[in-house]
Each structure stands twice: as structure tokens, then as C-alpha cells.
């Protein structure tokens, strides 16, 4: 196997010493136009490539920043990265991303990963819902930023949507049109997105003069379109069926859709659905889908300008001041909730 190329080799090649090719590299404006080109021309024919790891550790900054989500198979979080990457790139820095898959074990493994290679800080979306694994990370020093969850009991900076008002939108649409028996297809209910969206739901029910017994709840282990079909499934043998359903995220509620369509039930006129996201897929569903629309582009650029604002070499690191940022949700209604009750 061939061995890699060094910058003494370079050094050798060009007949000069390891800190002239080092100057070259880093501040060639300090190295004499034809010294220079000598060392760029042995660079090019050795086909060096300098080490951007051992850059990093001498000067003990990364150009890296991690991104920790609960699923890349969720559309929504691709668009979260799609923000942040755009964010950093502007910054001249990189995004490594890793799906901790729901899993706080993954999640804790990641951050290990994220610390031995001393990225420039880490937006993360929490698996854990018990904060261990934050707490473990926090002593790494590396600032983070929380993506999709307010920083309860923490310092840091967040980003979020209120979730509360997720939820309330979702229920007072449907109540709005009628529906008076509504199920809750919730997902993992460690979650705190999934508890916020249900309180939500509740505070909606209570407007309307109705009490949480109208709201059944469905929980299901993951946040995906096969637990949305299994919820769809307890959902079509329940003898009092309810008549609306409000899912925790879209993936869900394309499962419960599947789940219909394949037991012959019509949507909107036998049952309502509401999915929450206003993920790309959700308009071009078979019904479209009514969704809670979150803006995920603009929530991971600015947890990505957070971050870059608390990691800035001048005087911006000093004067930050950690902010939680809560935008707000937009309920964007299509054809799977226009049944006429």
C-alpha cells in the first residue's frame, strides 16, 4: 500500500525546511515569490493534501459543527440540516450530521464521537428525555445549541416552534368543523414535541367546552409511516370509532392514511386527518394532507448562527448572550380535514 504523502517530503523535494512549507500553507504572503512557487510545485507533483485533523489540534479550533437528529428518514430534518449546513457554509465551516434514530444510546455515542473529534459545537435534537446524556456532554465544553426543543433547565441556546400552539391548532380546526371524537396518534411519549402537541390538543378541547375524554390517545414507539399504519390498524378496531385523528408528525399520519385507503374507509368523509410538519410529501399525499407546517429551514440556520455567534473568535463570542428562540406554527389546511360534518 503506498505510503502518504508528508510535509517533509514536501520540504525534502523543494530543498527547504518544514517551517517554510508550513508558511507556505498557512501564510504564504510571508514566503519570498519564488521560494513559494518551489514548494506549490513539489506540493502538486508529491500530490500532497495537508492533514485538516492535525491543523485542528494545533490550533484548537475545528471547522466541523455536529448535527444530532432523531431521524434523517424524516423529511423535516433533512430540512433542519438543510438550514444549518447553508448557515455554516456561509461561515466557511462544515456539518457532520448523525440520526441518533429515537435511540438515547446512539445518542450518547454520537456525542462521544463529537467530542473526540472537537467540533466546533453541536445542534442537537434530545433522544434522552431524562437530559443525561447532555449533562455528560456539557463537561466536554463544547457549546451546543437545541434544535426542535426548548432548553428547559439548561443555559443554552434553543431553537423550537411552540408545540403547545402546534396543538391547539390541529384540534380547534377539526372541533371547528364538527368533530366532537378525536384520537391522538402520539408516538414515543418521552418525547417532549409529543407532549406539547397533546397539552396543546387538550387546551383546544377545553375551548370548545369539551373534556380530555374526547381526545383518545394512540401512543406508538416511533415517529415513522409503519407506526402510523399499526396506529391506523387499532384505530379501525375501536367500536366507537372516533371520527378525527390528529397525528404527532406527518410520516404518522401518511401511515394512518395507508391504513384507510386499505381498509376501504374514506378520508375526510369517515375520518379526518391532521399531520403536523408540513413536510413536502403531506401535499402530495393521495388525499393531501391538512399539516401543522413548522419552518424547518429557518429553524437549523438560526440554531447554526447561534452556534456560530458563541464559537466567533472576536469580540462576538464575549458578548453572547444564550436566547431561546420559539417561532411560531402555521396550520395549512388541504383535503384530508374538509369532510362537511
Do not use: W
Not at 431553537?159 to 391522538?184: E, I
Not at 401511515?255 to 374507509?265: E, K, N, P, R, T
Amino acid at each position: 500500500m503506498a505510503q502518504s504523502v508528508g510535509i517533509k517530503d514536501v520540504a525534502r523535494v523543494a530543498g527547504v525546511s518544514v517551517g517554510t512549507v508550513s508558511n507556505v500553507i498557512n501564510r504564504p504572503d510571508t514566503v519570498a515569490t519564488e521560494t513559494r512557487a518551489r514548494v506549490l510545485s513539489a506540493i502538486d507533483r508529491l500530490g500532497y493534501v495537508r492533514s485538516e485533523s492535525a491543523r485542528q489540534l494545533r490550533a484548537g479550533r475545528s471547522r466541523i459543527m455536529g448535527l444530532l437528529v432523531l431521524d434523517m428518514g424524516n423529511p423535516f430534518f433533512v430540512d433542519v440540516a438543510r438550514g444549518a449546513e447553508r448557515a455554516a457554509r456561509r461561515a466557511g465551516l462544515g456539518v457532520m450530521v448523525c440520526n441518533s434514530a429515537q435511540n438515547p444510546g446512539e445518542e450518547a455515542e454520537y456525542l462521544s464521537l463529537f467530542a473526540e473529534q472537537r467540533v466546533r459545537g453541536v445542534l442537537l435534537t434530545p433522544a434522552d428525555a431524562t437530559g443525561r446524556n447532555i449533562e455528560a456532554f456539557r463537561r466536554h465544553n463544547i457549546p451546543f445549541v437545541l434544535v426542535d426543543r426548548v432548553a428547559e433547565g439548561t443555559t443554552e441556546c434553543s431553537v423550537s416552534v411552540d408545540d403547545v400552539a402546534g396543538g391547539a391548532l390541529a384540534v380547534r380546526h377539526l372541533v371547528d368543523a364538527g368533530h366532537r371524537s378525536l384520537a391522538y396518534v402520539s408516538g414515543p411519549p418521552g418525547l417532549n414535541q409529543v407532549r406539547d402537541r397533546r397539552t396543546g390538543a387538550l387546551e383546544a378541547l377545553a375551548e370548545a367546552g369539551l373534556g380530555p375524554d374526547a381526545l383518545r390517545e394512540l401512543p406508538t414507539e416511533r415517529l415513522d409511516v409503519a407506526a402510523g399504519r399499526d396506529a391506523g390498524a387499532r384505530l379501525l378496531g375501536l367500536a366507537d370509532r372516533p371520527t378525527a385523528v390528529f397525528c404527532a408528525n406527518d410520516l404518522l399520519a401518511l401511515g394512518v392514511l395507508q391504513a384507510m385507503y386499505a381498509a376501504g374507509v374514506g378520508v375526510p368523509d369517515d375520518l379526518a386527518i391532521v399531520g403536523y410538519d408540513d413536510i413536502e410529501f403531506a401535499a402530495a399525499a393521495a388525499v393531501p394532507l391538512t399539516s401543522v407546517r413548522q419552518p424547518a429551514v429557518t429553524m437549523g440556520a438560526m440554531a447554526a448562527d447561534l452556534l456560530l455567534e458563541e464559537t466567533e473568535e472576536d469580540g462576538a463570542a464575549r458578548a453572547h448572550e444564550h436566547r431561546r428562540v420559539v417561532l411560531q406554527p402555521e396550520l395549512v389546511v388541504r383535503r384530508s380535514s374538509l369532510s362537511a360534518r
